[in-house]
């Protein structure tokens, strides 16, 4: 919302359907004219683009927002997603990509109330819990290898010193990354 908001860039916001219905009604029509919400099925799609023509126009440089869902996902699949959304940029004409990483060192930091709370979302969301990226160089990795440039990674105050948002914990061992095409 804020970037479509503050730069009126064409912003898609992918998540999984129920969670794209569940933000369209909290929000109703009180969007702006170019945040869209898509619900795309990360794992099994092999051309996003494909699957987001109705939503996204060839040619035009887009930001693409994948929050809260990557790290129910292997690093494996997270791989294919940041290879995925890559070529959907691409097809776009260039874009940024934002979403938000919970780094092994971290949890790893934060100790057990981290795992306990990781262990607890994945028991009630019944998903399996799988390994996290590493760290931020390992993130910075896999997105160059997907083909990302500029990859910056924000703690979420810094983020909110810049658009303006609600101020998160700096120690919540979340980082936003922001990757370039």
Excluded at 150 to 178: A, C, F, T
Aim: charge should be negative; charged fraction near 20%; proline fraction near 3%.
């Amino acid at each position: 919302l804020a970037y479509a908001q503050k730069w009126g860039v064409p912003c898609v916001d992918v998540d999984l359907p129920n969670m794209v219905q569940a933000k369209r009604e909290m929000l109703g029509d009180d969007v702006p004219e170019h945040y869209h919400q898509a619900a795309l099925d990360l794992i099994a799609s092999d051309d996003y683009a494909a699957d987001l023509r109705g939503v996204l126009v060839q040619g035009v440089p887009t930001v693409v927002i994948t929050e809260g869902i990557l790290s129910y996902f292997s690093v494996e699949y997270q791989q294919h997603i940041f290879d995925r959304i890559a070529a959907l940029l691409r097809w776009c004409g260039g874009g940024t990509y934002m979403t938000d990483i919970h780094h092994q060192d971290e949890v790893d930091r934060l100790g057990l109330a981290a795992a306990v709370f990781r262990w607890g979302l994945h028991k009630i969301s019944d998903t399996e819990q799988t390994a996290l990226i590493a760290n931020f160089g390992a993130g910075q990795q896999m997105l160059a290898s997907a083909g990302f440039s500029d990859v910056v990674g924000l703690h979420p105050n810094q983020w909110h010193e810049e658009l303006s948002l609600p101020l998160l914990r700096k120690d919540s061992g979340l980082m936003i990354y922001e990757a370039k095409i």
